[in-house]
């Protein structure tokens, strides 16, 4: 029975894709991935695509539900490490990954989740004076 | 001045190696996949080639086994005198596609899937062949050479 | 030899005496050593591999060197023509004189065609192979700045040669951990609506590798192009020159260009 581990690094979620996803497999992730996000309150998933040569149309799908899922908990989600030949292919394939931040490595996607973080405190705070009517 | 009006010839494509793989469970996928790139090797096909012919194999695969029930690919080694190239064939006895033209167009998907597979395989690779009558099955050729 | 020696196309500067001596000699000596009168008739056997084998050595190697196609054919026919003289000189019945001379002309007419073939495919040898020095050596991508690659674009854009700009500018990108890759075009005559395409999935597979591409060297007459052809660039920074590409590609990674102020050195010393 194998799953894919989902590590913390401080305030967010890694996810290191190594094997094939396959329809279980994927499932599982999203249901996982999903419970963790909501308790660890956790602002920001990293998926690392770095030992994934194949991207599909399926995988692109699981990807993109992560992030709409995510989103829906307050949670970005940023792609990172994908391999120049499956950039190319993805490009040909025509597969759109909407809502779907992407970044070279670990580090940079970090600092990409931690720069839309500060700005979403900003917004909150100018949201804040406007809510706020005597 | 004399003008000469020249047909080009049909050059005819030969198979050089057979092997069909028999695919009905998702771990298939895998041992699928890992042929098809092992043929794209021997025959010195760059890595991005690779990837979108064994990309495009994925996603006619997932088609087989989702909608057809399962099926055989046929992987061959073809050359047309100068190049040489890898040869994709997938059968299944499936219920068939009722509307082809529906099923070639970007997003269009009879379950839940983003509807790229066929459209997109087509895309991916050189050459492209699509037989299927309801009731009959469906028949996928795929064909990429190794230069592209 | 005489024959050769004496006719005009001889390319003294291509190839010298004694090697034209020597290669004359092989393939006269592979013919008599490997043909029987039966093999003369039957152009299929066997036995005439040795002789095209030399020849289309021959060829290959003049095709190599320079020589025209014509040239190269002459080689053959010299040999043609000195075989006749022999002929014409050894046998007296007119009746076997014409038989042995057609047999002969059937035999060299045949050898011509070998190296023809042959001399064909030495050219296109070489034109594969400047094929590929054309793609490799015309998408340099160089690094301006930490972070920040260019890319030249020197000719036409198809296909092909879209796919080798993007494994290299992506591969690079990987390599320097470059967030920023500016695409200049102005050494692209001309853009349509597929080279359009191309740029287009450059920038989205870019994209994908989570760095940013801006397009620089758009001249004019493409801009008003593009616009008739109704591609829409609006996604994609544009801009006319690589200096202001670059200009806004240090904003983005916010670095600042100033200039050192020589009064500050002044006061120092």
């Known amino acids: 029975m194998d799953k894919i581990p989902i590590l913390r690094m401080g305030n967010f979620l890694l996810v290191t894709i190594q094997v094939d996803l396959y329809d279980r497999i994927a499932l599982d992730l999203e249901a996982d991935l999903v419970q963790m996000v909501n308790k660890t309150g956790s602002k920001g998933v990293l998926i690392d695509i770095s030992a994934v040569s194949i991207v599909d149309s399926f995988m692109g799908r699981i990807i993109g539900n992560i992030a709409s899922m995510s989103k829906i908990l307050d949670a970005e989600t940023v792609v990172v490490g994908m391999q120049p030949a499956v950039a190319i292919t993805l490009v040909e394939l025509g597969l759109p990954l909407k809502g779907v931040y992407t970044a070279l490595d670990v580090e940079k996607g970090m600092n990409l989740l931690r720069s839309m973080i500060v700005s979403d405190f900003g917004n909150d705070d100018e949201t804040e004076d406007d809510d706020f009517i005597p | ?148 | 030899m005489n024959n050769q020696l004496s006719d005009d196309g001889l390319r003294e500067d291509l190839i010298s005496n004694e090697d034209l001596r020597s290669q004359s000699e092989e393939l006269v000596s592979s013919l008599v050593a490997n043909l029987s009168n039966d093999d003369l008739v039957n152009l299929e056997a066997d036995s005439w591999n040795p002789v095209i084998e030399i020849l289309g050595g021959i060829a290959i190697t003049r095709a190599r060197q320079g020589f025209s196609p014509r040239e190269t054919g002459r080689f053959v026919h010299t040999l043609k023509e000195a075989l006749v003289e022999v002929l014409q000189r050894e046998i007296t019945d007119p009746k076997e004189l014409v038989k042995e001379s057609l047999k002969v002309n059937r035999v060299m007419d045949n050898l011509s065609i070998v190296t023809f073939e042959t001399f064909i495919k030495g050219r296109e040898e070489v034109i594969l192979r400047q094929t590929d020095e054309i793609a490799e050596i015309s998408t340099p991508v160089i690094r301006v700045w930490d972070g920040i690659l260019a890319l030249p674009i020197i000719g036409t854009l198809d296909s092909s040669r879209t796919q080798v700009v993007m494994e290299n500018l992506l591969q690079e990108i990987v390599a320097t951990g470059s967030s920023i890759a500016i695409l200049d075009i102005s050494g692209v005559p001309a853009v349509d609506s597929l080279v359009a395409q191309h740029l287009i999935k450059t920038v989205a597979a870019t994209r994908l590798m989570g760095a940013e591409c801006i397009i620089s060297g758009i001249r004019p007459e493409i801009a008003q192009t593009v616009v008739h052809l109704g591609i829409d660039l609006s996604n994609i920074i544009t801009k006319s020159s690589l200096a202001s590409a670059l200009a806004h590609a240090l904003k983005v990674l916010r670095l600042e260009v100033r200039k050192i102020n020589p009064n500050i050195n002044n006061n120092n010393r």
Request: proline letters at 3%.
């Open chain 2, 1 to 148: 001045m004399i003008s000469v009006t020249m047909t080009k010839p049909k050059t005819m494509i030969l198979s050089l190696s057979k092997d069909t793989v028999q695919v009905y469970r998702e771990q298939d996928v895998v041992l699928l996949r890992n042929r098809v790139r092992e043929v794209a090797v021997k025959i010195k096909m760059g890595l991005v080639n690779q990837t979108k012919l064994i990309t495009a194999a994925s996603e006619l695969l997932r088609n087989m086994l989702r909608y057809g029930g399962g099926g055989t690919c046929l992987i061959e080694v073809v050359t047309r005198g100068r190049d040489n190239g890898v040869r994709l064939t997938f059968q299944d006895k499936g219920p068939g596609i009722p509307d082809l033209e529906a099923a070639m167009r970007d997003g269009f998907s009879t379950g839940k899937s983003l509807g790229l597979g066929l459209p997109g395989a087509k895309r991916l690779c050189n050459e492209f062949d699509l037989k299927s009558k309801p009731g009959e099955g469906t028949t996928v050729m795929i064909l990429k050479w190794a230069n592209g």
